[in-house]
């Protein structure tokens, strides 16, 4: 707490008030060296990067290069997603590279485990999901993807609906399709209170899974949405009446005019639990700029509350991010999280703006490049165009503004 404290300038006992009401969390498990990040209410907005294997395609080191390049550029938390046969080394190698919270969703290995004993998915052994849980709380995992909300009413209400594109989260549809194989109830919801005594004890944050975020702009805020909402508002209330540090997970592919609405909706319903949001995704027609559709919906949540925001790479619906994608990701997502903290008045982000504007009216190029989110292509792109005069840049030349009104106050 006193580093969260000094690191976002925000009174310490307000900052422990705030963390006690469950409207800020700490990712930090005990068995791990994490570097304490602050997500919640009144604090800078956050963002993760998602990295890792799939069954598809699987490099070990191109993701290690990626989590450099996240850390680089200014990633506050990962998550790895692999879901390939060297899914555990990968792991590993993340914990020991870096000390930013790592985020997992577990169900993915207790699947990949399920793969390799010869079974179905779907037959997944309910001790095989806890085990799975407890084993990567023991190696250190700070914050998990529990897709707690989907249960049978819930996939019912998805059943009654009109929806185009059903469950479209991996770990949401894994669930789904297992609670009907099996004609059992989601044994993460059953046995809330067994993962909670995980979580406590490792101190693991809980990052409660919106399995039923809609897939397209026209299946957004639908009432299977909300109904998973609700539940999650429920367990929220019994996190913390358990001391476990909780946040939720939100849309998903949302039209702009919704995703104020759908912000405050999650606030009230959760009890303003951190918020943590996918993009949002305000078109569904941008595929290979999905960073970009993504940076738009992220700017609007983050000044709306969201305190959270998941980046998504321009391969988003695609396919794995390269490494550059990985890079182009991050810093949209970046730039969301400055768009939502101006809109917040956090008083560090309205510095930085306040000095990029007088670096500009000074022709201080070097602070300007210092102050950029991404300064090194910022630098480049200045450089490589090669001005006549350091002062001016080449896109207005004898035509700059400011020089052609400082020119004639010197006269």
């Known amino acids: 707490m006193e580093f969260v404290s000094e690191k976002e300038n925000i009174d310490i006992e307000k900052l422990r008030r705030k963390i006690a009401q469950g409207k800020i969390v700490i990712p930090k498990n005990k068995n791990r060296n994490t570097l304490p990040t602050g997500i919640g209410e009144g604090l800078h907005t956050k963002i993760n990067a998602n990295i890792g294997s799939s069954t598809e395609k699987e490099d070990i080191e191109i993701e290690l290069e990626k989590l450099d390049v996240l850390v680089k550029y200014g990633a506050d938390a990962v998550m790895d997603l692999s879901t390939g046969p060297k899914l555990q080394e990968i792991r590993e190698k993340i914990i020991s590279k870096t000390n930013i919270p790592i985020g997992t969703v577990p169900i993915y290995e207790a699947g990949a485990i399920t793969l390799k004993e010869n079974k179905n998915i779907v037959d997944m052994d309910e001790d095989t999901i806890f085990k799975t849980i407890i084993k990567q709380a023991k190696e250190g995992i700070d914050f998990i993807t529990v897709h707690c909300g989907i249960n049978k009413d819930n996939i019912k209400a998805v059943k009654d609906s009109k929806r185009l594109m059903g469950i479209v989260s991996r770990g949401g549809a894994l669930t789904a399709a297992w609670i009907m194989h099996n004609d059992k109830e989601n044994p993460l919801f059953s046995e809330f209170d067994y993962l909670l005594e995980i979580c406590h004890e490792h101190d693991v944050t809980l990052s409660l899974g919106d399995g039923l975020r809609p897939g397209c702009i026209n299946d957004a805020t639908d009432i299977a949405q909300i109904r998973e909402l609700t539940t999650l508002g429920q367990l929220v209330k019994k996190s913390r009446e358990n001391n476990v540090q909780v946040m939720v997970e939100g849309p998903g592919h949302v039209p702009i005019k919704q995703v104020k609405a759908n912000m405050q909706i ?86 930085r703006e306040y000095d990029m504007a007088i670096a500009r009216e000074k022709f201080d190029w070097d602070k300007q490049f210092e102050l950029a989110i991404d300064g090194e292509t910022a630098r480049q792109i200045y450089e490589n165009a090669e001005a006549s005069e350091k002062e001016m840049c080449s896109m207005c030349g004898d035509f700059c503004a400011i020089k052609m009104v400082k020119d004639n106050t010197k006269q």
């Open 266 to 351: 999650q606030k009230t319903i959760c009890d303003y639990a951190p918020f943590y949001v996918l993009g949002p995704l305000v078109t569904d027609v941008a595929p290979g700029y999905d960073h970009i559709t993504s940076a738009i919906g992220g700017s609007i949540a983050g000044a709306s509350g969201a305190d959270f925001l998941c980046y998504v790479t321009p391969a988003e619906h695609l396919a794995i991010p390269t490494v550059e994608q990985v890079k182009q990701g991050v810093i949209a997502s970046k730039i969301a999280a400055e768009v939502s903290d101006i809109a917040k008045e956090i008083p560090d982000t309205l510095k």
